[in-house]
């Protein structure tokens, strides 16, 4: 598929949290795993300065929850939302400031805070607070500009840590941490650009040395739209590898509902208001599993007819979802698990003469489906007609909306796309003044640029530009230099973290285990002689696996012992020995295989380009 020719337009935001404290208060930004009291709360939407209420805000009321928060022992009153914030952290303006710059954006004349309705119960308050910071400025991919539209500051949200029914448990230790956000033009073209864009902003902020790292640390938004589609946001992506896929597959789906908005006015369909039919009694015998089991629970069995919209239901044979699967997920926003359609079946315990009947009874002709959700029947009813209202959505196109990213690159619905009328000002926080005494002294301390750094590499390290690059875009540029300068051997340093690390991870085994003082421990006692470097990855295996990263035990639990040139001499001995005859035949030809006789018995006990030196000898008195 071109993207460029299709009209693909991608923009991102990336969300990076600071490592400069809490943005509104002096609690430890660190994440825990216990927490000590607990408080409980309701979140109802508020209108915007002209009286509006948020369209995102409204949906996330209607599903009527409410939200546990777990205080933990550096939580205050502030994260409570029971006392101001406190003035905004100056770091994480500086901060701020500082990636502006590096983009070359215009800073604003007075930092406000603004407060953005969110109901979701991410924040105690009721909203998150976000200031402009910067405007105006790009960066280069690949000879390209991306511009940069905006540079703000916000406070992220409570973590999330369980939802059961209509209760959802939030812990507070992630509330307040500062955030960089980054938002894009639409000047991404196609899925790859995409990620490269991603890197390069995420490199720029691991420059200036002010941001956490970590899993959960960063994440991105990403904007798609494309000709005759709708922008649709995904919110919260973190694997970089996955930004393409999920571009792609957004564009399959938005081609595939473009392809069921032009069949349904093909065939006449009208917006509709349907009926909803009680099917409980022709459905009582029923071998589904969820059907019986909300009968006996004193559910209904509730249906309707949705004409015009058979085979538009189902996804298409490349695997791409269509109406279903967004009906589906509309409907769950008011408390089912699912719903069936008629494109699916018979399947999942409805027999076909279940939907024989069901047919009948909604009177049905070829070109109608229909749409069954088994529940408590209030939330049934309330299931039904969103799913009737998504299924009338699909006449007019692809809606906007926010959608969640999933492991496998695909999206699934997640609510209305928010609009400006979340958004009023901040009046508890004061605003700030930025004049050129606060941007000089920034300027004077401007951090080193990825592409500096892999200059400096080169020339300090001795590695290749394609080594210092990969380890910049990993974020391994900082434990490389750290080792690489302290203990020496770089090229033995950025094999282990571009290459054996990588495989390790390939075979399944974790490596977070394997930390930067383990690291170092290992080269040094590699650097001592203990063993050769060939061993490495046996030896973090063996760490991994027995959950022990002490080397020496590592070396014990493999049989791994230094051996002198004497008895790296006896066995090479015995291998020409042996070979002689093959020797002859060869010669200096049979040093590879030869190599890799005697490298399989001393692997990791001995450096290679020792053995190699010692058999090339042998090898030479013999021809001699």
């Not at 285990?513 to 063993?531: H, K, M, S």
């Not at 959950?547 to 049989?559: E, I, P, Q, T």
């Not at 006990?605 to 090339?616: F, H, N, P, T």
Request: aromatic share 4%; glycine share 8%; charged share 30%.
């Amino acid at each position: 598929m071109d993207h460029r020719t299709l009209g693909l337009r991608v923009g991102i935001e990336i969300h990076q949290q600071l490592n400069t404290g809490k943005l509104f208060c002096e609690c430890d930004s660190d994440l825990v795993d216990d927490y000590e009291k607990e408080f409980i709360r309701r979140l109802r939407p508020t209108q915007s300065e002209m009286g509006e209420i948020d369209r995102a805000a409204l949906e996330e009321a209607e599903r009527k929850l409410h939200f546990r928060y777990q205080s933990v022992g550096c939580s205050c009153l502030v994260e409570a939302d029971e006392e101001p914030p406190h003035d905004a952290n100056k770091l994480a303006i500086e901060a701020a400031l500082e990636m502006s710059l590096l983009l070359k954006a215009s800073p604003v004349d007075e930092i406000h805070f603004m407060r953005k309705i969110v109901i979701d119960g991410s924040n105690t308050c009721g909203f998150q607070r976000t200031a402009l910071i910067a405007t105006g400025g790009e960066m280069e991919i690949d000879g390209k500009s991306i511009s940069i539209s905006s540079i703000c500051l916000e406070e992220d949200a409570a973590r999330k840590m369980v939802e059961r029914g209509s209760e959802v448990t939030y812990r507070l230790d992630r509330l307040g941490i500062p955030l960089i956000e980054i938002a894009t033009g639409p000047d991404i073209t196609t899925p790859e650009e995409a990620r490269q864009a991603a890197m390069r902003l995420g490199a720029l902020l691991r420059a200036t040395r002010k941001v956490r790292r970590g899993i959960g640390t960063i994440r991105e938004d990403i904007n798609i739209s494309i000709p005759g589609g709708a922008r649709v946001e995904i919110k919260g992506a973190q694997e970089l590898r996955l930004l393409p896929a999920y571009v792609e597959m957004e564009v399959k789906r938005q081609l595939a509902l473009q392809e069921v908005k032009d069949l349904l006015r093909q065939r006449g369909a009208a917006k509709t208001n349907p009926e909803i039919v009680d099917a409980t009694e022709m459905l009582k015998g029923s071998k589904s599993k969820m059907i019986t089991s909300a009968i006996e629970s004193g559910g209904k069995a509730l249906a309707v007819k949705l004409p015009k919209f058979a085979k538009t239901l189902s996804r298409t044979c490349e695997g791409v979802t269509r109406l279903g699967a967004e009906m589906a997920a509309h409907a769950r926003v008011a408390g089912v698990k699912g719903l069936f359609h008629s494109d699916e079946l018979p399947a999942y315990g409805i027999t076909a003469a279940d939907v024989n009947r069901l047919s009948k009874s909604l009177e049905l002709d070829a070109d109608d489906a229909f749409v069954l959700i088994a529940d408590d029947e209030a939330r049934a009813r309330a299931a039904l007609l969103k799913a009737v209202a998504r299924a009338n959505a699909a006449i007019d196109g692809v809606p906007e909306e926010t959608r969640d990213p999933l492991p496998d690159g695909t999206t699934v619905y997640s609510r209305p796309l928010p609009g400006r009328h979340r958004m009023y000002p901040e009046t508890d926080v004061r605003p700030i003044l930025v004049n050129e005494a606060v941007l000089g002294s920034i300027r004077l301390n401007m951090p080193e640029l990825p592409e500096e750094k892999v200059s400096r590499f080169v020339k300090d390290f001795g590695i290749s530009s394609d080594q210092s690059t990969a380890l910049i875009d990993d974020a391994l540029d900082d434990e490389f230099e750290l080792l690489a300068g302290s203990l020496g051997n770089p090229q033995v340093v950025a094999r282990i973290y571009l290459q054996e690390f990588p495989e390790l991870s390939k075979a399944g085994l974790d490596i977070s285990i394997i930390g930067v003082d383990v690291v170092r421990a290992t080269l040094e006692r590699l650097r001592d002689g203990a063993f050769a470097k060939e061993a490495i990855p046996e030896v973090f295996a063996w760490m991994i696996n027995n959950d022990d990263c002490d080397v020496d035990h590592a070396m014990d639990g493999l049989g791994i012992s230094k051996m002198d040139v004497d008895a790296v001499r006896k066995v090479c001995d015995r291998v020409v020995s042996e070979r002689a005859d093959f020797i002859r035949e060869r010669g200096e030809a049979s040093l590879g295989p030869l190599m890799g006789i005697v490298m399989k018995e001393l692997r990791g006990k001995v450096d290679g380009k020792i053995i190699s030196e010692v058999l090339s000898e042998r090898i030479g008195q013999l021809l001699s």
